[in-house]
T-cell receptor, first 109, second 115 residues
Framework: AQRVTQPEKLLSVFKGAPVELKCNYS??????LFWYVQYSRQRLQLLLR??SRESIKGFTADLNKGETSFHLKKPFAQEEDSAMYYC???????????FGTGTSLTVIP | DTGVSQNPRHKITKRGQNVTFRCDPI?????LYWYRQTLGQGPEFLTY????????KSRLLSDRFSAERPKGSFSTLEIQRTEQGDSAMYLC?????????????FGPGTRLTVL
């Protein structure tokens, strides 16, 4: 079975503090991992994906196959980072996607 | 191109009625996905189309649910004999497909309330 786990439903950090949103997955094949973000009153949008290996809005995520994790990190949180974050896994075929339950991040001014 | 659109945005219906939702993907995207999202949960995959072919269906998709994409462009999701448990946000997404092109672009969703 394929599954994505985000252990934290809620996460609060102070502005300027580092933030890490955890994501673990279970899949025996070669997955493609994504982070999606949903800002207040907006639609879900892609934040980053592991194959791009890029930093978006200061966020990075590294795929750790040994730990089956894809944690999202940012060294200095900003107030505009407050949003709902979803980790997602795609099978290698791209036919199905599996989303975690999401983590609501609040950055306290 | 204004992105993925969905209609209606909200639907209130009585239990037992049929409802149909429409999704218009980004025009050059050949892949289309339907999801259901309930409060406190992430999107749950329902079904996937590549062009007009429905290639994957989740076990969540009971026989009261049917989806079509007749010309490989827009798609419809119909729920027959709605139940209160069908109340949810129904999301549509599209992607270009192919290696490295699995980024999904989401629509705003259709919120269904079954009374």
């Amino acid at each position: 079975a394929q599954r994505v786990t985000q252990p934290e439903k809620l996460l609060s950090v102070f502005k300027g503090a580092p933030v890490e949103l955890k994501c673990n997955y279970s899949y025996s094949g070669s997955p493609e991992l994504f982070w999606y973000v949903q800002y207040s009153r907006q639609r879900l949008q892609l934040l980053l994906r592991h194959i791009s290996r890029e930093s978006i809005k200061g966020f990075t995520a590294d795929l750790n196959k040994g730990e089956t994790s894809f944690h999202l990190k940012k060294p200095f949180a900003q107030e505009e980072d407050s949003a709902m974050y979803y980790c997602a896994l795609s099978l290698s075929t791209g036919n199905q996607f599996y989303f975690g339950t999401g983590t609501s991040l609040t950055v306290i001014p | 191109d204004t992105g993925v659109s969905q209609n209606p945005r909200h639907k209130i219906t009585k239990r037992g009625q049929n409802v149909t939702f429409r999704c218009d993907p980004i025009s050059e995207h050949n892949r289309l996905y339907w999801y259901r999202q309930t409060l406190g949960q992430g999107p749950e995959f329902l079904t996937y189309f590549q062009n007009e072919a429905q290639l994957e269906k989740s076990r969540l998709l009971s026989d009261r649910f049917s989806a079509e994409r007749p010309k490989g462009s827009f798609s419809t999701l119909e729920i027959q004999r709605t139940e209160q448990g069908d109340s949810a946000m129904y999301l549509c997404a599209s992607s270009r497909g192919g290696h490295g092109n699995n980024e999904q672009f989401f629509g705003p969703g259709t919120r269904l309330t079954v009374l």
